[in-house]
């Protein structure tokens, strides 16, 4: 049985009649809803050496999570957080676009169409605070990874990691000391062996939440660099 989604990002709402369909966009699902909520709840312990001022989103989709974390970034504590959503997918950054502005929030946070961090690592080096992933983790022939449009949001490749181990290689240069980074892995990734690859490279690693959607285990990995 799925945990209740809290209420206030319940209240995010996708658009609809836009020019693209469920075929071209990944509808926000059980993983969505975990990430996003995970994430709220854990930001009211932040202390406020642990406030975000760069946020960024890696393959934001329909734009649920990031406006969902960027609404509650709107607020006195966070408001100088600059936010950042990415999607190789240029009809998922429509989407995402429009969700933020059907929030009021398109003034918040700027929208890339690129693969991944690949654009901003030198700009971005040491810097980001927050980052949330939802990562292509289906496992799938190698081949589909390249595939493009909506299957660059479901299609991992071998153990689902084609993508994952690519991104963690960019976040764990990006991260600022005491940044963390939120992730959605299922019990094919692998995920031990993902935590213990990044605890090599400087970051508290652990399971924060778990849970049973249709037939997969999702977890929520966070990743924090040590100083």
Known sequence: MSRPRNANLARIKLVSGLAFSKQDVYEPAEDSFLLADVILAESADWGAGQVPRVFVEIGSGSGYVVASVASMLRNDKTRGCYCLAVDINRVACVATKETLSNHALDGNVDVVNCDALVPFLGRLEGAVDLVAFNPPYVLTPDEEVSRGGIAAAWAGGHKGRAVIDRV????????????????????????????????????????????????????????????
Not at 170 to 193: F, K, L
Not at 209 to 219: C, F, R
């Open 168 to 227: 963690m290689e960019m976040v764990a240069g990006t991260i600022a000391p005491d940044g963390r980074m939120y992730m959605i892995a299922i019990h094919e990734n692998e995920p031990e062996e993902i935590m213990e690859e990044m605890r090599r490279r400087g970051f508290d690693a652990a399971i924060v939440a778990t849970q049973v959607a249709d037939e997969e285990v999702l977890h929520v990995l966070r990743f924090i660099r040590q100083c």
